[in-house]
Structure formats: structure tokens, C-alpha cells
């Protein structure tokens, strides 16, 4: 694959092409995610639950994000590297927006950046817009406003509310957005909202007729035992792989099966003689 930018992302809803994107939060899955095809890397505030033990997203700060997203531009990827704008960080003004957005792609090493909301935050979208970032929005389920909506729950599921969000879509589309992620809603929604504008919608809990699909890594290898959300198929158990690999080498070293003659350095002969031979050190 070659070097993914935001316009052929653009091209690929015009050519019904399905776009493919996933979370990463670190170098070597963003080289195996590159490697396969993958369109978009996501590197999302949900870094927070998947790996920094957090019970939401609202603890995640601009630094993290940063940190991972720059470990993630280190791999070199083909995939198009999207930063996350974590909570607060670009909603208190514009200045406030294009400094952190700016931060997000000159020490983050994104190529854009994604922002949650409508409402106010058309406009924060239409200055990093202007100002030359390329912007992801995301309307739905938003989950740096959870408190807000009282909890993870399904948006849009009355014509009222579905109107009220194809109403944003196109408020982020004429705002300059390139693409945007609809989370969390039923599938007619999303089908709505993607019919009423021309930049590609990616989903998640939102059913089969967007532009194209997000998952966060870890949930679709199967790390966690306890979270299983309707929306997310496990492609695999990573976490009964790590297990059991663990258990195997706890074995081993309990055993003394491990380490074996083929992980283990030698000395020459010569040298072992000396050593052996020796009473006491040569000075
Ligand atoms: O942070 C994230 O991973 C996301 C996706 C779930 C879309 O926002």
C-alpha cells in the first residue's frame, strides 16, 4: 500500500470503497496494522480504558495522546495517523484548539487530528480547518460527554433525534471536515447520515451501511474478559494466548526447563579451563 492521505480517503466513498480503521496506541501494532492494509490508525483517547486502566476517557490528557500517537508515526505507517483530541483540550476557545491541535501533528507526528461534538465545536472544526489540520469530527455517542448522557447509551433512535443528527453531519461536512465516525446508533441513523453528505462515515455500533468501520484493537483481539459490547466481533483471544504462553513459561522457570542450552551463551573451552583452574583471580 502506498502512503494514505486524507483525499484518497475522500475518493474512496465516492469509488464505494470500504475504508478500514482501527485503534493503535504503539509502534509495533501500527507496523502489523500498516502492514495489513489498514486505511486509518486511530489513535484514540480510548487508550485510557484499553491500556492505562482508566474506567472512561476523561482522564486521558493531550500528553498522553501525544506520547502514544508519536510511537505509533515512529512505525512509519502507510495508514493515514489520526490523533484523538482528548477532553478539554480544544473546546475552552480556537487559540486553545490550534495550539493542541498543532501539538497533536508537530510532536504527535499525526496527520489529523479528531475532534468530538457538534454544536460550538463546528466552529473549533472550521478554525483547525482553516488553519490547514485536517479534522475527523464525531457525532453519536460521544464519550467525553458521558456524564452528559447519561451513560453509554444508543443515540438517534427516535426521527426526531436521527433528523437532529444528520443535521450536525452536514454542519461538519460544510464546516470542512474530512470524514467523520458515527458511534452508537441504529443502523437506519447511520445510513441516514451517510446518504446526506458526501465525506465518509465510519462506524461504530452503527450498523453496516457506513462509508467505512472502526473497532478499537483490543477489543476485536480479545484482551478483556469482562467487556463484550454488542457492537464489537473478537476476531481472536489474544488474552488466552498471553495466558497460556505466561503459564508455560511460569513452568519452565519454576521446572528449570528454561533457560535451555540454545538460549543460554558460552565460554570457549580454553577459557572455561582457565576459569575452573583458577584458585583464585590474576590481578
Ligand atoms: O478513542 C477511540 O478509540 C474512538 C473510537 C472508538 C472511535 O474514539
Keep these: 500500500m502506498t502512503r494514505m492521505t486524507t483525499h484518497k480517503i475522500g475518493q474512496m466513498k465516492t469509488k464505494s470503497k470500504k475504508i478500514v480503521m482501527l485503534t493503535a ?24 480504558n484499553a491500556l492505562l486502566g482508566y474506567e472512561s476517557t476523561i482522564p486521558v490528557t493531550l500528553d498522553d495522546v ?19 483530541m482528548p477532553f478539554m483540550s480544544y473546546k475552552v476557545s480556537e487559540e486553545q484548539a490550534l495550539e493542541n491541535c498543532a501539538l497533536m501533528l508537530q510532536e504527535g507526528g499525526a496527520e489529523a487530528v479528531k475532534i468530538e461534538g457538534a454544536g460550538r465545536v463546528v466552529d473549533i472544526v472550521q478554525a483547525v480547518v482553516d488553519a490547514g489540520i485536517p479534522v475527523m469530527g464525531h457525532i453519536g455517542l460521544t464519550p467525553q460527554s458521558i ?10 433512535r427516535t426521527a426526531e433525534k436521527t433528523e437532529l443528527l444528520v443535521e450536525q453531519a452536514k454542519q461538519l461536512e460544510a464546516a470542512g471536515a474530512f470524514s467523520m465516525v458515527i458511534e452508537l446508533v441504529p443502523s437506519e441513523t447511520a445510513k441516514m447520515i451517510t446518504e446526506a453528505v458526501s465525506i465518509p462515515t465510519i462506524g461504530i455500533g452503527a450498523g453496516p451501511y457506513c462509508d467505512g468501520q472502526v473497532l478499537v484493537l483490543w477489543d476485536m483481539l480479545g484482551l478483556f474478559e469482562d467487556f463484550k459490547p ?31 542450552k540454545e538460549h543460554s551463551f558460552e565460554m570457549s573451552e580454553e577459557e572455561t579451563g582457565r576459569l575452573y583452574g583458577r584458585s583464585k583471580p590474576s590481578r
Design 147 to 156: 456524564f452528559q448522557m447519561g451513560g453509554y447509551r444508543v443515540q438517534g
Design 66 to 84: 501525544i506520547h502514544h500517537c508519536a510511537a505509533v508515526s515512529r512505525a512509519r505507517p502507510d495508514s493515514l495517523i489520526i490523533g484523538d
Design 25 to 48: 496506541y504503539d509502534a509495533p501494532t501500527a507496523s502489523i496494522l500498516s502492514e495489513c492494509g489498514v486505511d486509518m490508525i486511530l489513535v484514540g483517547d480510548s487508550v485510557g
Design 230 to 260: 454488542k457492537f464489537v466481533k473478537k476476531y481472536a483471544c489474544i488474552r488466552d494466548v498471553i495466558k497460556n504462553a505466561v503459564s508455560e513459561y511460569a513452568e519452565d522457570v519454576r521446572k528449570g526447563t528454561f533457560p535451555e
